[in-house]
Nanobody, 115 residues
């Protein structure tokens, strides 16, 4: 069974940093494309960053230069380093991958940017 488990959310001040992790287990290959999304109440889930199987990185314009996605293939874990946080970064952050035609999502981790 495929499973993604996020960790690392919490309260961060504007301008502060936080690192999220997403541990993959089960049948998820270590070279799978992995992505981070975020969602605020009443809005659609939006893509934040993705690491494509071969290593290509993609970022939403709103986080370019501030967020970094990376992967530890040995641990089959993906990270999202978030720096210079802005209040609009408050959201539930989700990790996602695809297993064949199916989407696999983690349970999400809350990030609150507030002073």
């Amino acid at each position: 069974q495929a499973r993604l488990e996020e960790a690392g959310g919490g309260l961060v001040q504007p301008g502060g940093s936080l690192r999220l992790s997403c541990a993959a287990s089960g049948v998820i290959p270590r070279f799978s494309t992995m992505a981070w999304y975020r969602q605020v109440p009443g809005k659609q889930r939006e893509l934040v960053a993705a690491i494509i199987g071969g290593g290509e990185l993609r970022y939403a314009d709103s986080v370019k230069g501030r967020f970094t996605i990376s992967r530890d293939r040995v641990k089959n874990t993906v990270y999202l380093q978030m720096n210079s946080h802005k209040p609009e970064g408050t959201a539930v952050y989700y990790c996602k991958t695809n297993l064949g035609p199916n989407e696999v999502w983690g349970q999400g981790t809350q990030v609150t940017v507030s002073s």
